[in-house]
């Protein structure tokens, strides 16, 4: 079927009149017109092709982005949870250097690694006395009048708070000195 179209267009270029096959005169206007037509064709595909080629590149940085934040969210959401787990043994550690029964100990030495781990992370304790009450950052386990105060404020830590960047892992619990009314 292609090779009758062929011979057809062969055949129809052989029956062109005599005075546009002068080698001599410039080419029709309907051709230029043609070629100008396809040329603007062949710009608008290339404009749309460079388009979806953008968009699509697009669409690829935001999808990296998200899995490069997703990443760093699983990651910091694991490393939260493991450091956690170890909040108990922190307690007791402090409570035992509270009591002087980690001088001279090896175990003196398994609280500043077991710390120092914590610190590479980014672990931070927080809670201490005389610290203005924050409900955010606190666990108010008992509430005391008190005086000397003007606003609510840490009495005593019962077990220090830690955050892990910005982020609560465990809130201080805390005795809360309150304004006594009289």
Do not use: C, W
Request: charged content about 30%; hydrophobic content about 40%; cysteine-free.
């Amino acid at each position: 079927m292609a090779e009758e179209f062929d011979a057809q267009a062969e055949g129809s270029e052989a029956e062109v009149a005599p005075e546009s096959q002068d080698p001599g005169a410039a080419p029709a206007l309907d051709d230029l017109d043609q070629e100008l037509a396809d040329l603007n064709n062949a710009i608008d595909k290339e404009a749309e092709l460079l388009a979806d080629l953008q968009r699509l590149q697009a669409e690829f940085v935001n999808y990296k982005n998200r899995v490069d934040r997703d990443r760093d969210l699983a990651r910091n959401s694991a490393i939260a949870e493991v450091l956690r787990a170890f909040l108990p043994a922190l307690d007791d550690l402090s409570r035992a250097e509270a009591h002087g029964d980690l001088d001279g100990s090896p175990f003196a030495a398994v609280a500043t690694k077991i710390r120092a781990a914590g610190d590479k992370f980014g672990l931070k304790a927080f809670g201490e006395k005389g610290e203005k009450f924050n409900p955010e950052l606190h666990d108010a386990l008992v509430q005391l009048p008190n005086p000397e105060v003007t606003e609510n404020t840490v009495g005593d830590v019962i077990e220090q708070g830690f955050t892990l960047g910005d982020r609560v892992i465990r809130p201080a619990k805390v005795a809360v000195f309150i304004p006594a009314e009289g």
